[in-house]
């Protein structure tokens, strides 16, 4: 499976910007749909966005729509989540998720989905 690593968390004023980034090593990069989740203190962990494996597809989280932007450079074996205009309630910690397919187009966003996992990282917002 493949290993991740997240970076790029910190500190940002609502409204502010951040951009987390996720490194992935160990496997074949290209075969592999990604994902973002966040998890808030005494909250689940929840789905913010995906890409395709081809990253021709993504998808978002209602709550993070218009504001986030997913995407993957599979020659740097990175996906990235922009993020802007942020809010209080972004605060969480951001999680990098991948999983092996076969198909080009699929994205996934159940926790079930996906089987690679990174150590997380702090994204906190002041308002």
């Known amino acids: 499976q493949v290993q991740l690593v997240e970076s790029g968390g910190g500190v940002a004023q609502a409204g502010g910007s951040l951009r987390l980034s996720c490194a992935a090593s160990g496997g074949t990069f290209s075969n592999y749909a990604m994902g973002w989740f966040r998890q808030a203190p005494g909250k689940e962990r929840e789905f913010v966005a995906a890409?395709?494996?081809?990253?021709?597809?993504?998808d978002y989280a209602d709550s993070v729509k218009g504001r986030f932007t997913i995407s993957r450079d599979s020659a740097k074996n990175m996906v990235t989540l922009q993020m802007n205009s942020l809010k209080p309630e972004d605060t969480a910690v951001y999680y990098c998720?991948?999983?092996?397919?076969?198909?080009?187009?699929?994205?996934?966003?159940?926790?079930?989905?996906?089987?690679?996992w990174g150590q997380g990282t702090q994204v906190t917002v002041s308002s």
């Open positions: 998720s991948g999983r092996q397919v076969y198909v080009n187009n699929y994205v996934f966003f159940r926790l079930t989905d996906y089987n690679s």
């Open positions: 890409v395709s494996r081809s990253g021709s597809n993504t």
